[in-house]
């Protein structure tokens, strides 16, 4: 299993630009959400998926849109770049059933640099 | 709503030291507790977790103890070595319906081990 994969793990934009930060993962894992990471703030919730054809916001969800056509992929798109989204953004994924503690599988990341 | 507070960084330790990294939480609900790592470029790693009052999680030589008179949850370790030089985020989820897969993160502890 590769687990999580995110694509780019770069990525420099220019004020405007939009693009489409992707994410998949191959567990079969119903759950799946974008969190970005800045200094001294943690992770902060972006947007969220229960399922294929499900989404919901979380803690930061302006600016960015999410879908969820298949189980596997959750892309999130940025539709008009600003310098305040240059971030470190993490994509995770978990299984929905048994447990809802379950653990939360995070991928390595795409640093997003917006001039 | 809920949060987590944890010790602020940088920490830096003496290889063989004995490691302490406070972490407090205020939730609604009965929250399950995590500890997560992130190694340097990499995305988060569960390092240990617990789901209820008194429950001990352990992993790799660190331990936390899920204390709900005091709403704490601190990492210790005996011992670090220079490989556990990482990022350690303490992290929440309570169960409160559909929205209760969303973990909930503290800033963050950066690590040092020196030789």
């Known amino acids: 299993n590769a687990g999580v994969t995110q694509t780019p793990k770069f990525q420099v934009l220019k004020t405007g630009q939009s693009m489409t930060l992707q994410c998949a993962q191959d567990m079969n894992h119903e759950y799946m959400s974008w969190y970005r990471q800045d200094p001294g703030m943690g992770l902060r919730l972006i947007h969220y998926s229960v399922g294929a054809g499900i989404t919901d916001q979380g803690e930061v969800p302006n600016g960015y849109n999410v879908s969820r056509s298949t189980t596997e992929d959750f892309p999130l798109r940025l539709l008009s770049a600003a310098p305040s989204q240059t971030s470190v953004y993490f994509c995770?994924?978990?299984?929905?059933?048994?447990?809802?503690?379950?653990?939360?599988?995070f991928g390595p990341g795409t640093r997003l640099t917006v001039l | 709503g809920d949060s987590v507070t944890q010790m602020e960084g940088p920490v830096t330790l003496s290889e063989e030291a004995f490691l302490t990294i406070n972490c407090t939480y205020t939730?609604?609900?009965?929250?399950?507790l995590f500890w997560y790592v992130q190694y340097p470029g990499e995305g988060l790693q569960l390092l240990l977790k617990?789901?209820?009052?008194?429950d001990k999680g352990s992993n790799k030589g660190f331990e936390a103890t899920y204390r709900k008179e005091t709403t704490s949850f601190h990492l210790e370790k005996g011992s670090v070595q220079v490989s556990d030089s990482a990022v350690y985020f303490c992290?929440?989820?309570?169960?409160?319906?559909?929205?209760?897969?969303?973990?909930?993160f503290g800033k963050g502890t950066k690590l040092s081990v020196i030789p």
């Open positions: 992290a929440l989820i309570t169960n409160s319906g559909a929205g209760s897969y969303q973990l909930t």
């Open positions: 617990a789901t209820k009052a008194d």
């Open positions: 939730a609604t609900g009965y929250p399950s």
């Open positions: 995770a994924s978990k299984s929905s059933s048994g447990h809802i503690y379950n653990e939360q599988f």
